[in-house]
């Protein structure tokens, strides 16, 4: 075959690079138009191209994998609604039914067909979480989803070029944040169609008619790519179960992977049940991670897209707490479901030593924090002229020790997510960060060190009290170390007074008062009396770690100075080493 055959494999593989960065760029327009700072600051969104049977061909590099691993199976549910043979150019297809979109009411799935010659050839889809959507608010407290704000079902955004704006009136008059809201909706219309024109254009320029021939080559290879590297691992049956905090109650995610020629299998029967309050996940939520976690291990430069995930299949049982129905309260679904790699990596671990990290903080810290009338516990009076507003601001722990290499400190694994900044957000609210710094000694000790968390401490220049919601875990369960390393600190939540505040749920912030975040530390790995005295001593230095936990932990003993004191640093590890 000719290289200048249009189809010819060389071409193929570069229209293959040049897809990916269409929807990079797609994803990028997402980020530079987003009104809300979990889309511009964080990048909280996904995007990516799919054919018109629905499978997904490339997803953007920017975004998180609960968003483009259960958008991978949306386009599908809109494809079985709108035929592609019944769109036309112009139509915008959206929805957030957390059933058929990414997990939640938060997220804003649209789908935007792209046709050339007047044919259908591919179809874009983006999500991007959206700071408010009326209902109680982001939060863990509901007890059906029918609290937890507006449910868009499958529907048209746009027909013909023509905006619904009957949707569009319906959307702002329900939510606090209107203008930041309907912004995102037209921010993720633009990012579509920024990448439809891409398409074409690419498509002009290679001479191709349709997506079909490069389409299979994509997900042939990918899936061909991923079951080679899947038939190097020793196959067999392994399970892992992990316990976390729960709302009222500990949860234990158990899951059975089945590794065999035709890849794997990922079986969460034994996980606990549905759980009462909004820490529940819908089914297409708990596929998106658990399918990421095997991927980062197993196929991490497999480009991401329906021929890779194909060989990574994920079951739950409906009615356990990781394939809830309808109309299960939601919200918070990624406190539960953003834990699935760490019980990935905990099956992996046995079927491939000294090839996955410790565990980590994994679920998100984000500060949401309102305020306004009626927002908080208390008498109404206090909040009767208080500044209205929602703040929804991106934060992490450490994650777990690396193989190799110490965690990453205040580092948002498995979403991906950046941390916002605060000056965002203190210019859009009263809320004031008047700390936030490395937590010292959270990490777990270990050969490689957890990371660290960090500590935020909040509080408002309103003469009025506010309210967090907090939606976080590894408060009584904290991150396990791997292989003799020791476990990463646990979180925890209070007010300047001394009073310890819920892991989950609304609560009230006194206007006189200030409240203290504590994120967790990732799991170390490995004996911590295996880590070199030099690198102890320059984490003491860097204050990453404190001078008593170095000798009760490292067995390294240092002076006041940060000096290693070499003759008792040798008796403390030959004690240790008894």
């Known amino acids: 075959m000719s290289i200048n055959d249009p189809l010819s494999p060389i071409r193929l593989q570069l229209m293959w690079d040049r897809l990916i960065a269409v929807v990079e760029e797609q994803a990028l327009a997402l980020i530079r138009t987003g009104f809300s700072t979990s889309t511009r600051e964080a990048g909280d969104l996904s995007a990516g191209v799919f054919n018109t049977d629905g499978a997904m061909l490339a997803q953007a590099v920017t975004g998180t994998p609960g968003h483009i ?41 649209f789908v935007t067909p792209v046709f050339r010659s007047n044919r259908i050839v591919a179809l874009f889809a983006s999500t991007c979480h959206v700071v408010d959507i009326g209902g109680r608010g982001m939060g863990t407290d509901a007890r059906q989803v029918y609290e937890e704000g507006l449910y868009i079902p499958l529907m048209r955004f746009a027909r013909e070029g023509v905006v619904d704006e009957t949707l569009v009136d319906i959307v ?16 993720l219309a633009t990012c579509n169609e920024v990448g439809c024109r891409r398409l074409i254009e690419m498509m002009d320029e290679f001479a191709i008619d349709d997506l079909d021939r490069l ?41 059975t992977m089945t590794i065999g020629d035709t890849g794997i299998d990922v079986d969460f029967t034994g996980t606990s049940g549905a759980s009462s309050y909004g820490i ?21 430069k497999v480009p991401n897209n329906e021929g890779s995930l194909s060989v990574i299949r994920v079951t739950a049982p409906v009615g356990c707490i990781l394939n809830v129905e309808h ?11 953003q834990m699935l790699p760490d019980v990935m990596f905990g099956c992996l671990h046995q079927a491939m030593p000294n090839s996955v990290p410790a565990e980590g903080a994994s679920c998100l810290w984000n500060l949401f924090a309102i305020g306004g009338p009626g927002r908080t516990d ?20 450490g994650t777990g020790a690396r193989p190799g290499a110490d965690g990453l400190s205040a580092t948002a694994f498995p979403s991906g997510v950046k941390n916002v900044p605060i000056e965002v957000n203190e210019a859009v609210s009263p809320i004031v960060v008047w ?30 009290p506010f309210a967090i919601s907090a939606y976080y875990d590894r408060v009584e369960h904290p991150p396990r170390g791997r292989e003799g390393g020791r476990d990463g600190a646990a979180g925890t939540v209070k007010l300047t007074s001394g009073k310890v505040l819920r892991g989950k749920g609304q609560q009230t912030v006194p206007q006189t008062e200030r409240v203290i975040i504590s994120m967790p530390g990732g799991g170390g790995l490995g004996s911590p009396h295996r880590r070199p005295i030099e690198a102890v001593a320059e984490d003491v230095r860097l204050g990453f770690v404190s001078i008593e936990s170095a000798r009760r932990d490292y067995r390294v003993a240092l002076g006041a100075d940060g000096a290693i004191d070499h003759a008792e640093t040798a008796k403390l590890r030959a004690v240790a080493a008894e």
């Not at 109309?327 to 479901?337: K, L």
């Open 69 to 109: 691993n259960s958008m991978a199976r949306a386009v599908r549910h809109f494809l079985a609604k709108f035929p592609a043979r019944t769109m036309k150019p112009g139509d915008i297809f959206l929805t957030n039914d957390p059933w058929k979109g990414t997990g939640h009411l938060h997220d804003f799935t």
């Open 378 to 397: 208390g008498d109404p009076a206090e909040t009767a002229h208080a500044q209205p507003f929602s703040v929804m601001s991106f934060h992490a722990g």
């Open 435 to 464: 700390r936030k710094e490395y937590r010292q000694d959270s990490g777990g000790a270990g050969e490689f060190r957890g990371g660290l968390g960090q500590i935020m401490e909040v509080a408002t220049l309103d003469k009025a």
């Open 215 to 255: 389409g299979t080559h994509i997900l042939e290879k990918s899936k061909n790519a991923s079951l080679d590297l899947i038939r190097k691992i020793t196959p067999g049956v392994y399970k892992f179960a992990m316990r976390v905090d729960g709302y009222d109650k500990p949860l234990d995610l158990v899951a």
């Open 327 to 337: 109309p299960a309260p939601v919200a918070a679904r990624h406190v539960t479901g």
């Open 172 to 187: 702002r008059v329900n939510v606090r944040e209107p203008v930041q809201v309907v912004g995102d909706l037209y921010s």
């Open 280 to 300: 529940n996940v819908p089914v297409c939520y708990t596929e998106a991670y658990a399918s990421f976690g095997v991927k980062c291990i197993v196929a991490p």
